[in-house]
Each structure stands twice: as C-alpha cells, then as structure tokens.
C-alpha cells in the first residue's frame, strides 16, 4: 500500500442528488440481466443500471452475475452442451457447472435467462426462457436509448473475477474493457459507463491504460474480514489515488448483530467523503430474507418487508446512492426526503 499516493487527478464530484441504482436491472420483478429487466429498472426510476460482466472464449464481455451460468440460465437442460460440464476452482471454492469461457458469444445467445432465486422470487419464473444473454455493448445501447436531455441513463458496469480471468483462463479481462469503452467512445469521467470491481489490480490497471481523464471507478468492498484494510483512513486514501468512490455492502454501515438486529451505524461515509470519494452501497433488496429484523414484515422468507426504512436511513446518513434490486422503493424515499428537506 502507498498510503501518501497522491489522488486521482479526477477527483469524486458528489452527485446533486444520490443516485438509484438499478442492481442488474429492476431484478426484484424480472430476471436478473435481462433486457426487460434494464428497461424496468429505467421506468422506475433508476439514473443507473448495474450489469456484471464476464468473458466468453472469443473475449466477448457479456453480462451475467458470475462466469457459472446453471443457476441463470437454461444451459443444464441444454443436452448439446452437457459435455461442457465440469468443475473448477473460483475464488478457492471449488465449482461444478458451466462456465462462460468455455463458450463463443454466438453459443451463449443460444442460451435462455431464466430467475436466479427462484424460492425468494416464484413470480419472477413466469418470464423464464424468455430472453437470451446480453453483451455490456447491448446494455449501454439500452441505456443511451433511454436517456435524454434532461435524464441521463448510465452504466455501472461490475467486472467480476478480473483476476481469476487472467491467471486461470489466460483472458486480460482490463484490456478487454479498455478496449471496449474506446469502442464505444465511454472512456471519460463522465461517460456512459462507470466501471467498479471487488478487485483492485484491475481497477489500478485500468485506470492505468485509460489515464486520469479515464472513467469514473468505484471500489467495491464486500462486508468479509479481506476487505477490512480498505475502509482504514489510509485504505480509503490508497483508494483514492486511482477510484472516485467505494461501493461498500450496506452492512459496512448500518451495522448488525448475529441475529440480524441492528445495533449501530458506522462512520465510514464520513470517513470516505474525508478522503475525497463518494459512497455508493450495496444492495437494498424487498424481501425480508434481507432486512434487518425490525423491517421484516410477516414469517415468510420471500415476503415483502420495509426496504423504504431502510433506504431512508442510508440516504439521511449522507450516501451518494444506492445500488437496488427495487429502484422505485429507493426513488420513493429519496422523494420522502426532499420533500422532507424543501
């Protein structure tokens, strides 16, 4: 770590109003990644839709919530790919599935999407087989299709395992993404696409390849132990001399006990604004699965419980955004907020 590193030279501009984040699209009511999906986000209300981003074997980045592709599509019913079975080791679990750089672009658009967590959201079921696999191109089209004048639509694009990628499958994941936002001319701070990832060498990379004046960057930092030198004062510092923000797990703020229970909230989004970067976290969900105990709202699981609380309380402690699986609940309670505020 190079704790005196000077910042980016772009620094984080915090946005007028925290921005919603649509979390692989509107993915409390459709599939996750799907075109339907993105387009809800939008009409919800999202500034921004949240695609993952995984290679193919010809090096085509295409969306999906990992390279493993049994529990989001259709491939296990597909008999003409059963030999593609097999197992490997992703992130020191071992794995036993399908996995994307083992096909070409044209053998995943064969593929159908179908509902990730099927027990947590039956109804998301009914749009199974419906809609194929996207590339991250198809989603900025989206994107620059629905924006206009007075509402820009942008892209948060997560790469995931960039690493992984490189050392197990020979596929330089940053250099794929440099080239691609050149491609499509969104290699600027303030262009379509911003780019954010659990891992910091790709990060570092990319902003290395694109320069200063490359995308906005955002630090993913997950609520495991690994990611605790990172929201340090001089991890937040070291973030800052090549990323504009973090996009810590919401657990990192409002804190929770074994049970569930919340019992505080932390300092870290003053702490992050010390050091120049925004803070955007992750990811609100409806389903009581994911609340606090206090906002669950009856016995079941897959029932819907006060996620609106839940966003309220982040955005009075003065996040950037919020990255959502239900845009219109976050879009609600800012609203609540600013009227609240007027």
Known sequence: MHALASPATVPASRPARPVVVGHRGACAYRPEHTAASFEL?????ADLIEPDVVVSRDGALVVR???????????????EFADRRTTRVVDDRERTGWFTEDFTLAELRTLRAVERMPALRPL???YDGQAGILTLAEVVAIARRRSTVSRQVR??????KPSWFDHEAGVPVPELVAAELRRLDAARPDGTVVVQSFDAAALRQLRADLGDRGPTMLQLIDDAGTDDHLVTPAGLREVSTY??????????ILLRDADQALTGVSDLIAQAHRAGLVVVPWTLRPENAFLPRHLRRGEAASGTGDMQTEARLL???GVDGLITDAPEIA???RQELEVAAA
């Open 65 to 79: 919530h990992e390279n493993e592709l049994s529990h989001s599509t259709d491939v296990a019913e597909r008999p």
């Open 315 to 317: 955005l009075a402690l």
């Open 124 to 126: 998301n079921t009914t």
């Open 331 to 333: 879009v609600a309670a």
């Open 243 to 252: 990323a504009q923000g973090i996009a810590p797990s919401r657990h990192r």
């Open 41 to 45: 986000a939008i009409d919800l209300g």
């Open 155 to 160: 892209v948060l694009a997560e790469l995931k």
